[in-house]
């Protein structure tokens, strides 16, 4: 059985629909895309994995069990763990109490007397920002900044991460180291999926890509297959490889303005 199962989510507001009929799944031990255009429902979809959107309808599975109705702080418990696309972090605090209040958060009461610096050192090394440790979170680069977030998530020792736009604000070196560290991530057994604009990263350490549009999941597949699927690539440059394409590229590239 997959580790997260999302099964026939609609979300509407009113009289649009934001999410429409999407099914997918997300295994442990692996790193699933969810790409699409902009507007596409990726967010969106994330929200009703965690919780913070209620489907109109449909279901999501946790470890085989219905969370449909589970309250965030509840899925938290269970496993999961999320960034945001917008910066979440508490910007008045260090880099290093920052991960040290997501610590106090998880363990409870009993992680005020076993909390150890050596605990948030560990943490912050792992994700690459250790130089930063004494910065406040509001003064550091935006891809410090994603670390940090992930750092925070990794406290609670997850099952599942969502990771939405995790690459945004590193450049090139440390966007290679941060899709090795996700590698590691997922050989410990830990399921990650990830909205992501970086298609060069998601087509280097995906197993497994869903592609959405208009909140509908139009292609499933490997990160090969991905790329060579019509419907993919005409939902990002316009245009399939059965139709004539001119002197356009057949590489998957977003469209101007990007995906989202």
Known sequence: MPLLEVQRAVVQFG?????????FTAERGEITGLIGPNGAGKTTTFNVITGLQR????????????????????????????????????GSLTVRDNVRVALDIHRGLRGVFTASGADIDALLARVGISAYAAERADSVPTGTARLLELARCLAGDPKLLLLDEPSSGLDDAETDAFGDLLKELA??????????HDMDLVMAVCDQVHVLDFGSVIASGTPGAIRSDPAVQKAYLGYSDVEDAGDHTQELEPVPGGVA
Do not use: C, W, Y
């Open 55 to 90: 489907p109109t309808r449909g279901d999501v599975f946790f470890e085989r069990r219905k969370v449909t109705s589970l309250p965030v702080h509840r899925r938290a418990r269970r496993g999961m763990a999320r960034t945001f696309q917008r910066l979440e972090a508490f």
């Open 187 to 196: 050989a410990e057994r830990r399921g990650i999926v990830m909205v992501e």
């Open 15 to 23: 009289g649009v629909t934001a999410v429409n009929d999407a099914s």
